[in-house]
Every structure is written in C-alpha cells, then in structure tokens.
T-cell receptor, first 111, second 115 residues
Framework: KNEVEQSPQNLTAQEGEFITINCSYSVGISALHWLQQHPGGGIVSLFMLSSGKKKHGRLIATINIQEKHSSLHITASHPRDSAVYICAVPHSGGGADGLTFGKGTHLIIQP | DTGVSQDPRHKITKRGQNVTFRCDPISEHNRLYWYRQTLGQGPEFLTYFQNEAQLEKSRLLSDRFSAERPKGSFSTLEIQRTEQGDSAMYLC?????????????FGPGTRLLVL
C-alpha cells in the first residue's frame, strides 16, 4: 500500500510570495494527483500528472518518478489561494485504484 | 452543470441508528469511489465501483458498512448501528473510463455526526 507524506503541514505566507508544497510517496505509481480543498469540504482536482511538469495559471506541478517526489508551486500567491492542498496517489500504484491521500498542507496567504 | 451530487449534505443521528447516503455521479462516469474524511486528516479510501461491480473494499469498511450501485448509476452507502467513531465527512467521487487513470471528480460530501 502506498504511503504519502506531505510537507509542510501548515504554511503561512504573504501575498505575492512563491509557494512550494512537497509530496513523497513509497510505491511506484501511474500518476499523482494534486487536489485543493476549501473550508466546508469541497475538493477540486488541480492536476493529474505522470511525468515532468504541468502548468495551469499560477499553479505548477512537477514530478520526479525516480525519486518518488512531487512539488506543487504557486507563483504570485493571493489570499484566495488559501486552502488545504492535498497530494494523492493510487493506493496500490496504478490503474483505477482508489487514492491514498496525504494529510494535506494548510496554506494561508495573508494580504 | 451536473457535477457529482450527494444527499443529504448533513446528517445527525443517535448511536445505534442506521443511516444511508446517496451519491449521483457525473452522467456516464463508469467509476465511482467512496472516501471518508475525519477532521484534520486527508480522505481515506473506502470502496469503489466499476459500473455496478464493487471491485475493492478497504479494511476500514467494517461489516456495518455496505455500499451498492445497483444499476451502475447512483450509489448508496449504508452504515448500520452507527458508532460515534463513524462521525466524519463521507465523500463520493466519479471518473470516466477513458484511460488507465483519470481525474476523479468529487461531490460536496455528506457530513455525519453520531451523538
């Protein structure tokens, strides 16, 4: 079963700062997911990636399959980016598995 | 927009009662997943369906829990003889079967409080 570790658990930054959230996992995977959860529970998928880098607006996700590590970056952070960011991987590595989630990084961007 | 919907959004029950939650996935999504999330933790996988077939169940899903997807569309999750430890957010997600792995689309969740 895959294990997922995220860091940091909590992050407070000033508006405009460059943000990095890290994720490592234990078992080789077909793809890794980054998700965003706002207060109240709603979860939105940000990225699913299996190699290299993906960019969507101010969000960038990278993955290193050999090192079993991924990072989520936010450029020019804004208070509306405040949320919990969660990394997730297929719990046995790939296919249509359910996901194993990290505990999340609680991000607060102060104006 | 017909995203994933869940009903009810909130449920308060007394210990020992049975509860049932419903999930309606995005139309034509073959895969449907149930997760549970307790306060301050990431979601935990409970079970998933490919069409009407329940393909995997987590050991978290004790014999008090049962899930069905009778016609391969909506799904229900029933908890019998609820315990206070069952208090959590129950999340449903669905995905299409276009490739080996696809994005999962999450519903708003059902928040359960067992008194």
């Amino acid at each position: 079963k895959n294990e997922v570790e995220q860091s940091p658990q909590n992050l407070t930054a000033q508006e405009g700062e460059f943000i990095t959230i890290n994720c490592s996992y234990s078992v080789g995977i077909s793809a890794l997911h980054w998700l965003q959860q706002h207060p109240g529970g709603g979860i939105v998928s940000l990225f699913m990636l299996s190699s290299g880098k993906k960019k969507h607006g101010r969000l960038i996700a990278t993955i290193n399959i050999q090192e079993k590590h991924s990072s989520l970056h936010i450029t020019a952070s804004h208070p509306r980016d405040s949320a919990v960011y969660i990394c997730a991987v297929p719990h046995s590595g790939g296919g249509a598995d359910g996901l194993t989630f990290g505990k999340g990084t609680h991000l607060i961007i102060q104006p | 927009d017909t995203g994933v919907s869940q009903d009810p959004r909130h449920k308060i029950t007394k210990r020992g009662q049975n509860v049932t939650f419903r999930c309606d996935p995005i139309s034509e999504h073959n895969r449907l997943y149930w997760y549970r999330q307790t306060l301050g933790q990431g979601p935990e996988f409970l079970t998933y369906f490919q069409n009407e077939a329940q393909l995997e169940k987590s050991r978290l899903l004790s014999d008090r829990f049962s899930a069905e997807r009778p016609k391969g569309s909506f799904s229900t999750l029933e908890i019998q003889r609820t315990e206070q430890g069952d208090s959590a957010m129950y999340l449903c997600a669905s995905s299409p079967t276009l490739g080996r792995e696809e994005t999962q689309y999450f519903g708003p969740g059902t928040r359960l409080l067992v008194l």
